[in-house]
């Protein structure tokens, strides 16, 4: 059974950094393309960073380019994702993703909160 676990959230200042992290199980993790998504509240759920199974990273959020970086430890089977100098605006559920055998798989994710 495919499992994914995101964890590292909190409540966080303007300006501050979150390492978020994603325990997956269930798979071989090391073969697949993994990916962050954000959900904030009355809002859709959008794609933030993507990683391939050879580590070439792709961050798809306009406004998170130039301060997010998504890794992956294949030996831990974690996925994770650095966010520095948050901003009010990325408060929201993060969760991280895979496509296998063609179905969408996510974690129940973890809430950030920017907030002064």
């Known amino acids: 059974q495919i499992q994914l676990a995101e964890s590292g959230g909190g409540v966080v200042q303007p300006g501050g950094s979150l390492r978020l992290s994603c325990k997956a199980i269930?798979?071989?993790?090391?073969?697949?393309?993994m990916n962050w998504g954000r959900q904030a509240p009355g809002e859709e759920r959008d794609m933030v960073a993507s990683?391939?199974?050879?580590?070439?990273?792709?961050v798809h959020a306009d406004s998170m380019k130039g301060r997010v970086t998504v890794s992956r430890d294949n030996v831990r089977r974690t996925l994770y994702l650095q966010i520095d100098n948050l901003e009010p605006q990325d408060t929201a559920v993060y969760y991280c993703?895979?496509?296998?055998?063609?179905?969408?798989?996510w974690g129940r994710g973890t809430q950030v909160t920017v907030s002064s």
């Open positions: 990683i391939t199974r050879t580590g070439e990273t792709t």
């Open positions: 993703n895979t496509n296998y055998r063609g179905r969408s798989y």
């Open positions: 269930g798979f071989n993790f090391r073969e697949y393309d």
